[in-house]
């Protein structure tokens, strides 16, 4: 299988938000220390050291609504930065074979085993290879034209990821 595509700077933003949104730990420790933080300051004001439950409640909803409007307000400010979709890197030619993916652009040819990648996860809009968190291959879905050479390009990729693994080669 080959193919070619030129990564934009919305294709990285888009890998940003995606990457950003999967890593849950960041999200998981964040969240809970706004729901200590919270719990704290109405125990603390709280005069009878008896917790209203219905007030708690209403303060932890209020506390994580807060916190994900703000990273939501973040990423979309990060996101700014990406606006532009003009071409980030040059042109690369991708072709698939039973033991790499060869990627070739304008300065040279590289050659990835599939034992180099851990797994493959498919975003709105592009597909990522990754090799280690947050190292990933980007391969926008627009590269592939359909819907079809999409779920054909997934399958492959799985199955030889899947086969090194098997093998005990995956890293």
């Known amino acids: 299988m080959k193919f070619e595509y030129q990564l934009t700077r919305k ?3 888009d890998y940003n938000a995606y990457y950003y949104w999967k890593n849950k730990s960041v999200s998981t420790i964040l969240g809970a220390v706004v729901m200590i933080v919270v719990v704290l300051l109405l125990i603390s004001n709280n005069s009878h050291r008896k917790l209203n439950v219905p007030v708690a409640a209403f303060c932890i909803a209020l506390g994580l609504l ?6 939501r ?3 979309k400010k990060y996101g700014e930065n990406f606006k532009e979709t003009g071409p980030m890197l040059s042109k690369k030619e991708v072709e698939l074979t039973e033991q790499y993916c060869i990627c070739t652009d304008e300065f040279g040819e590289t050659k990835i085993k599939w034992r180099s990648f851990s797994k ?4 709105k809009h592009a597909i990522y290879l990754f090799m280690e968190s947050p190292l990933a291959l980007i391969i926008p879905k627009s590269a592939f034209g359909s819907e079809a050479r999409v779920t054909e390009f997934v399958n492959y990729a799985n199955e030889r990821i899947k086969a090194n693994a098997d ?4 890293s």
């Open 11 to 13: 294709d990285l933003g």
């Open 66 to 71: 807060f916190y994900f409007l703000l990273l």
């Open 73 to 75: 307000l973040q990423l």
């Open 120 to 123: 493959l996860e498919s975003g």
């Open 167 to 170: 093998m005990g080669l995956s």
